[in-house]
């Protein structure tokens, strides 16, 4: 399956991206640490984005298989960048917390944790992107 994104620099190291499916829009920026104002989310910014979003679709996905609900699941995701030898992404650390209220047994956590592990995103980093993962269950 492809999808298609049409994507207009517009000036002033900022991009504007059209989902052809929906024709939602987001607009892009350039960092401030690279020359930007750091007005909208950088294109690595979308990369912490889409991996947060990814791993919670994908426990969503499991947590409707089970008939859990984990409405409420935040994702934390803190993103390094290093400088050498090149720019790049360093690390992505992610903290996803469930929604206190329910007491997980060992074998769900094991589940959702093993479903954000699949996660395509992650598995579409080159492996030199550190990516740690905490799993918060408030009780």
Known sequence: MSVEVDIVYTGDLHCQAI???????????????NGGKGAAF?????VA???????????????????????GTRVHVVKEMATAPDRRIGALRVTITLP????????????????????????SLHPDVQTPMEFVYPG
């Open 19 to 33: 989902h052809a499916p929906s024709q939602s829009t987001l607009t892009t920026d350039a960092p401030i640490d």
């Open 42 to 46: 950088s294109p690595t910014d979308l």
């Open 100 to 123: 206190p209220g329910r007491q997980w047994p060992a074998e769900d956590r094991q589940r959702l944790e093993r479903a954000a592990l699949t996660c395509p995103v992650k598995h």
């Open 49 to 71: 984005t889409a991996l947060g979003t990814c791993l919670v679709t994908i426990m969503g996905k499991v947590a409707e298989r089970h008939g859990w609900d984990i409405r």
